[in-house]
């Protein structure tokens, strides 16, 4: 790609998707691309994605961030997974924590060992053989290897209006225009139907080769002027309403989020710096917006900062990302419930599968579909992932806890359900993003009964089976004694001196 035929990108809509974008292409892009962001400040921003699953160390990587200063910039903490309480049944909470659990022996994975002990009547809890969920659950916090080389692989929570903020600084730095206004057109050229420009309420013409759609749930761009269409999977996930208010910091400063399962849905906790975010995910059919509004405020860890905001939303993705010379990314490209933390990694997603292909104006047909396929497989395997979590319950008795155990599923996620059942055999499928010790910390912490198991596991002796979990356990205690504290980790570390450590009592 020569100078002078750089591509012009224009990117509709600022927030984390937009400012997420230009900060990627004006890192990797060739120089004399031309990169112009149109926001207006006249349009807020959804900003319910305030928690990250690890793959945004990749990201914040690329872009050279520091992480210290990106943890002062955003107001943000750490995290070691996501605990779900009472998703099975009132009172009863699991963590789907980040890492492994326990260690594989021969040819098979863990699980196949834990669920012959299960069996046996000698099993402990999964959070025994998790170094994430033994340092979530005491409050503690390690960056790296411990000492006995273990890695602990850890997200963010973060305020989402403070992170695009941080990245806008970072793209102007590197010649990124920033032009305020609001689009009131999208012209098209009449032959292809390619973009051709943005035409603002002011009546100035926005000019490019390739744009990015970031206009949230309007999707002017890829849906507005594209025609894409949209797929929706409410029949799947049916919640279709969010209430969210950010409150005073209170009670732990946990290193995990929390999702707790309410009467209609589930309501979200992350604690920040400066606040807690929280939210309450509900289905209109079963909870009215002042019934959520006040389930919502009524379970809260401190006094509350705003009024409680209503976000209205379906369930799913448009049928295709990019079309013609648009892509689109965030919740121009759909929506997924944040209970796994997977919106904003599904900007990253987008916006690393873009770099790889980087088009010299509008890309090539072949590369578009083939971009639009890897989507809609990602797309449709985390899906299932959600409705997993949905339909393993047994909260009987409550109307929409019982719609959502009967209801139709993903033919994919059926087949991985028997799959499980059966044997206990899980599958990653090529790329998908939830890895097999995900899977069977939400099957087994949802309480899907594995009828059997690999016969293989049969073949270690039971004394030598117990030894193995025993010592598992020991050896992961032993590395969460010396951690520091999440709290005093993240302000020592943040502050740039060494953080405390303690022994336990």
Request: net charge negative; proline share 5%.
């Amino acid at each position: 790609m020569t100078e002078e035929a750089a591509t012009q990108f224009v990117i509709a809509g600022g927030g984390t998707a937009g400012w997420m974008c230009a900060a990627a292409i004006s890192r990797f892009a060739p120089p004399g691309t031309a990169i112009t962001l149109v926001e207006s400040d006249a349009i807020g921003t959804v900003g319910v994605g305030e928690a990250t699953i690890p793959q945004i160390h990749l990201f914040n990587s690329a872009l050279g961030l520091d992480e210290a200063e990106f943890l002062r910039e955003t107001r943000g903490s750490f995290k070691l997974g996501i605990e779900f309480d009472g998703w099975r049944r009132e009172g009863e909470a699991y963590m789907h924590a980040f890492g492994d659990i326990g260690r594989p022996l021969g040819l098979l994975p863990f699980h196949h060992y834990w669920l012959r002990a299960k069996e046996a009547g000698f099993a402990k809890p999964l959070q025994r053989f998790s170094l994430n969920e033994l340092a979530a659950r005491t409050m503690r916090m390690h960056r790296g290897k411990t000492a006995q080389g273990r890695e602990m692989p850890y997200a963010y929570h973060f305020d989402a209006g403070l992170y695009a903020a941080y990245l806008r600084k970072f793209a102007e730095a590197r010649g990124v225009t920033r032009i305020e206004g609001k689009i009131a057109d999208v012209v098209q050229d009449s032959e292809s139907g390619d973009i051709t420009a943005l035409t603002l309420e002011s009546g100035e013409d926005i000019q490019g080769s390739f744009f990015i759609d970031c206009t949230g749930f309007r999707a002017l761009l890829i849906d507005g002027a594209l025609g894409v269409g949209f797929d929706d999977w409410s029949r799947y996930l049916p919640c279709n309403r969010a209430m969210a208010v950010p409150c005073e910091g209170g009670g732990d400063f946990t290193p995990y989020t929390r999702a707790i399962a309410r009467k209609a849905g589930w309501q979200w906790r992350i604690p920040l710096q400066h606040r807690i975010g929280n939210g309450l995910v509900y289905c209109s059919d079963y909870l009215s917006d002042d019934e959520a509004s006040e389930t919502l405020l009524a379970n809260l860890d401190g006094k509350p900062l705003a009024d409680p905001r209503p976000i209205h939303f379906t369930t799913g993705k448009r049928r295709v990302h990019w079309k013609n010379n648009c892509l689109a990314v965030g919740l121009a490209a759909g929506f997924m419930e944040p209970m796994e933390s997977t919106s904003i990694h599904l900007i990253q997603s987008a916006i690393s599968r873009f770099m790889a292909v980087l088009p010299n104006g509008r890309g090539e047909q072949a590369t578009i579909d083939w971009f639009n396929a890897q989507v809609d497989f990602e797309w449709e395997r985390i899906r299932d992932f959600l409705v997993l979590h949905y339909t393993a319950n047994e909260r009987e008795g409550e109307p929409f806890w019982d719609h959502v155990r009967t209801m139709e599923l993903p033919g994919t996620l059926t087949a991985k359900l028997e799959q499980w059942k059966a044997s206990g055999f899980i599958h990653r499928e090529h790329e998908e993003l939830f890895t097999e010790v995900g899977w069977f910390q939400v099957l087994a912490g949802q309480g899907v009964r594995a009828e059997g198991y690999n016969p293989i596991a049969d073949a270690l002796p039971e004394a030598d089976l117990r030894a193995m979990l025993d010592e598992t356990e020991l050896a992961l205690i032993e590395q969460v004694k010396p951690m520091p504290r999440h709290l005093d980790f993240l302000q020592s570390y943040v502050s740039g001196a060494a953080p405390r450590t303690e022994v336990p009592a």
